[in-house]
């Protein structure tokens, strides 16, 4: 099915929504950043290397009734993470000057044109397993991993190896990225206590409908959570601008959506802005998206309408988790208890012995910047955002994201939420 079919993927948004809720919760002021997506798309992996009692749960929280319908899901994320124009122009590389477990591995991230050179956004989605070689993977699972997920799949040591094929699969991450994801796989990764480590990563890559021009850069107060306030470059608009973005004022927040330029027919990407009217909202707004998960599906009505200031900060951060433990919160333990571990089409176990998933690490990276030169190392990212400054006798609203606020990244033929974050300081970056 092509990339304008809807794809479920109620238990990622569940999964990004508690973490974000949990670390606002906890008093946590770093940037947060996950991809929906990418946690549904790993826990589909998962699932089809599962049996018994863990397959049965694992369908049940992807609400998926057969392997079938999960790798049919699959499919349907390879495609909307993939850019006609760039899988044109892709080609396969090997990790230069490699050897080992990662010498053959295949870049399948962006390559061709650079952003400045054509509209279309661009998606990198990296994909990796690695399995100790006490459990040999079946050659079944190896082809569904490969045809069907595009996962790069490894059976090492983790004791002797450890080292090595981490670095090795940080820099294959680092090529398959273009630089933007350099570290994919943190320290600890592989102990002697793991059986089967799972990551990703995801960067996006696009510019806005109507962008910001670098000489209307303004370096304004932000106002932290903690009460202090820093000095901030924000992308703002010139006065006499005619954009006219996708806008609404609800009880407690504001919303403002800005498209990003495309010329392919069937995917359009949008970024969802939400700002709390409070400076120190953000922990009532995310209150309120959690009792209410339609906020964050793109389902609100917006308008089209005339804004004065519109500002939005610039930003480059990423964000790191391993997920199993946020997995058993939510009540999803079966495949990654060391008694329930049912992972018998994915791996062969000697003596019977349970194989458990060990780590599910996430990564996933964002920069937010003004139309310009992209930086000598093609790591400029996402985004340019217009807006106008006018005063007029009308006193149209204003926009002015200078505190802390939630984000999404949506493509709105397939409805699919990419990304899902939270700003507490836009000079963080982890």
């Not at 820099?171 to 570290?183: E, N, S």
């Not at 806008?247 to 995917?267: H, I, M, R, T």
């Not at 359009?268 to 998206?289: A, H, N, S, V, W």
């Not at 990212?381 to 106008?388: I, P, Q």
Request: aromatic share 10%.
């Amino acid at each position: 099915m092509g990339a304008t079919s809807k794809i479920k993927m109620e238990f990622g948004m569940r999964m990004a929504r508690h973490v974000i809720f949990r670390e606002i919760m906890s008093g946590c002021r770093k940037n947060l950043l996950l991809s929906p997506l990418s946690l549904q798309f790993m826990l589909n992996l998962v699932a089809s290397g599962s049996s018994g009692r863990s397959f049965d749960q694992l369908l049940s929280f992807l609400e998926s009734e057969s392997i079938g319908d999960l790798n049919k899901q699959a499919s349907q994320i390879m495609a909307i993470t993939t850019s006609e124009r760039s899988s044109n122009s892709s080609r396969q590389e090997s990790v230069s000057g490699q050897q080992g477990p990662f010498s053959s591995y295949s870049l399948s991230g962006i390559s061709g044109p650079s952003i400045s050179e054509y509209q279309t956004p661009l998606v990198g989605f990296v994909n990796g397993l690695w399995v100790d070689h006490r459990f040999p993977l079946k050659e079944s699972f190896k082809e569904i991993a490969k045809d069907v997920y595009n996962v790069e799949v490894r059976t090492i040591d983790f004791i002797t190896q450890g080292k090595q094929v981490k670095k090795e699969a940080n820099l294959w991450a680092k090529k398959a990225t273009k630089g933007l994801i350099k570290k994919l796989l943190p320290p600890r990764s592989f102990d002697k206590d793991s059986m089967l480590v799972f990551a990703n990563g995801l960067y996006f890559k696009g510019i806005l409908v109507s962008a910001f021009e670098p000489s209307r850069i303004r370096y304004e107060a932000f106002h932290l959570l903690s009460g202090a306030t820093i000095k901030v470059p924000f992308m703002t608009g010139g006065s006499g601008s005619d954009m006219r973005p996708f806008y609404e004022s609800f009880k407690g927040f504001k919303l403002l959506k800005l498209p990003f330029k495309s010329d392919q027919d069937n995917k359009q990407f949008c970024m969802y802005i939400f700002l709390p009217d409070k400076k120190f909202g953000l922990q009532k707004l995310m209150e309120r998206i959690n009792s209410d998960p339609r906020l964050l599906h793109g389902q609100l009505e917006l308008e089209k309408v005339k804004l004065g200031n519109v500002w939005i900060p610039k930003m480059t951060f990423s964000y790191h988790i391993e997920v199993s433990s946020v997995i058993k919160e939510l009540g999803l333990t079966l495949p990654f208890k060391e008694t329930d571990g049912e992972l018998k089409e994915m791996v062969d176990s000697a003596d019977g012995e349970k194989v458990r998933g060990s780590k599910l690490i996430h990564k996933a990276r964002i920069q937010v910047s003004e139309k310009g030169k992209e930086a000598a190392d093609c790591n400029d990212l996402l985004s340019e955002v217009t807006c106008g400054s006018d005063v007029d006798v009308q006193s149209p609203p204003s926009f002015v994201a200078d505190h802390p606020f939630i984000f999404m990244i949506k493509e709105e033929r397939s409805e699919v939420i990419f990304f899902v974050g939270a700003v507490f300081n836009p000079l963080l970056e982890a």
